[in-house]
Structures are given as structure tokens and as C-alpha cells.
T-cell receptor
Framework: AQKVTQAQTEISVVEKEDVTLDCVYE???????LFWYKQPPSGELVFLIR??????QNEISGRYSWNFQKSTSSFNFTITASQVVDSAVYFC???????????????FGEGTQLTVNP | GAVVSQHPSRVICKSGTSVKIECRSL??????MFWYRQFPKKSLMLMAT?????????EQGVEKDKFLINHASLTLSTLTVTSAHPEDSSFYIC????????????FGPGTRLLVL
């Protein structure tokens, strides 16, 4: 069984602060994919990043960075110099590879509501 | 990135009526689409996996006769909520899986259903 835990239900920061959203996962698969999605108040889920289990390189995209640590089964997401527009619910998700019996089903965490105050 | 549209974005209907929601992948062909339901301040709950040309696979506890799914083409899947009741009111979101092997699901903007 797969499980994703986002222990932080809500985080509130002031603009320009850095913030890290935690994600811990459980899986028996040796190959898997990890994702982060952003859900602004409008409701649409916006894809942010995908990570393959065999690629532990950290990634940076503008103010966003991701730290994948296979040893601790974590895939944390950091926003540097946060902005009000970053306010949203952020979901971490896990998927087995295509072809596995469970298909490409995404297992979502419960989400972290990030509020960035001006 | 890939674009998925969903229509309608919002619908209000009377109890007992049926509502059809469309999910379209606009710039890629999707053999597999997914339907989710989301309650306020909750995570997404997978309802069913929609496969083009075959029957949908429903998650445990989801009534297949209540939530009819049709994936008639590589760019369109529909979810029909039959004989809707107030408890069916929710936010329904579809996603389409990219066909080029990287497993990413791209989501539609969602449909807010309110059953009176």
C-alpha cells in the first residue's frame, strides 16, 4: 500500500519569508514517481514537479526548490521569498510506474494550506 | 504543459436530475483519464479510472450505476451523475495522464456541483 503524509495542515508566513512544505511517503515499489501540485482558491490543480525514484538530484525552478531524500522517504518543497500569490493548498502525491497492477493511480497527501500574508 | 479542460465549471441542479460533466485533453491524446471528488478542505478522492474503449474501473465504494463514465475518444471522458441528490454536491475534478510514459496527470479546472 502507498501512503503520503503531509504533517503540516496549515502554514502561515509573511511575504518574503522562506517556507518549506514537508512530504513523507511510504511505498513498497522500488520504482515510483513523486509529484507536487498547487491548488489555488480557483480549484484547479497545477502540476509543479515530477520526480523519478531513481533520480535523487534536487531541483530548483525559480523560487521553488525540491529536496528528494530517498533514505528518509521525503520529498520536501521549499518556496524562497514567498509571495502572496503563493497562497494555495499544496499536495504531494505518489504514483507507481505504468504497468503495475495499481496503474498510474496517484496517492495524495492531505495537503498543506499555505497562506502568505502581505 | 498539457492542457485539460472541464465543462461545465459550475452547475446547479434539482434533486433527481442527471448531470453530465465533460473532460477533454486539448493538446494530447489520453488513453487514461481519472475522475476525482474533493470535499471542502479535503484531499482528492479517486472515484474511477477511465480507459478509452473499455469500461471504467471504479474505486471501492463508488457506485458505478450512480456515476456513469464514458471514454469514447482519446480526448474526451464524461462523468454523468445520475439521479443526483444533495449528498452528491461536491467538487469533481478530472485528470488526463500524459501518453509519453512519465506518469504525470494533468488536471482540469474542476466542476462544482450543487444539488438542491
Amino acid at each position: 500500500a502507498q501512503k503520503v503524509t503531509q504533517a503540516q495542515t496549515e502554514i502561515s508566513v509573511v511575504e518574503k519569508e522562506d517556507v518549506t512544505l514537508d512530504c513523507v511517503y511510504e511505498t513498497r515499489d522500488t520504482t515510483y514517481y513523486l509529484f507536487w501540485y498547487k491548488q489555488p482558491p480557483s480549484g484547479e490543480l497545477v502540476f509543479l514537479i515530477r520526480r523519478n525514484s531513481f533520480d535523487e538530484q534536487n531541483e530548483i525552478s525559480g523560487r521553488y526548490s525540491w529536496n528528494f531524500q530517498k533514505s528518509t522517504s521525503s520529498f520536501n518543497f521549499t518556496i524562497t521569498a514567498s509571495q502572496v500569490v503563493d497562497s494555495a493548498v499544496y499536495f504531494c502525491a505518489l504514483s507507481p510506474p505504468r504497468g503495475e497492477t495499481s496503474g498510474s493511480r496517484l496517492t495524495f497527501g492531505e495537503g498543506t494550506q499555505l497562506t502568505v500574508n502581505p | 504543459g498539457a492542457v485539460v479542460s472541464q465543462h461545465p465549471s459550475r452547475v446547479i441542479c434539482k434533486s433527481g436530475t442527471s448531470v453530465k460533466i465533460e473532460c477533454r485533453s486539448l493538446d494530447f491524446q489520453a488513453t487514461t483519464m481519472f475522475w476525482y471528488r474533493q470535499f471542502p478542505k479535503k484531499s482528492l478522492m479517486l472515484m474511477a479510472t477511465s480507459n478509452e474503449g473499455s469500461k471504467a474501473t471504479y474505486e471501492q465504494g463508488v457506485e458505478k450505476d450512480k456515476f456513469l463514465i464514458n471514454h469514447a475518444s482519446l480526448t474526451l471522458s464524461t462523468l454523468t451523475v445520475t439521479s443526483a441528490h444533495p449528498e452528491d454536491s461536491s467538487f469533481y475534478i478530472c485528470s488526463a495522464r500524459e501518453p509519453w510514459g512519465q506518469e504525470t496527470q494533468y488536471f482540469g479546472p474542476g466542476t462544482r456541483l450543487l444539488v438542491l
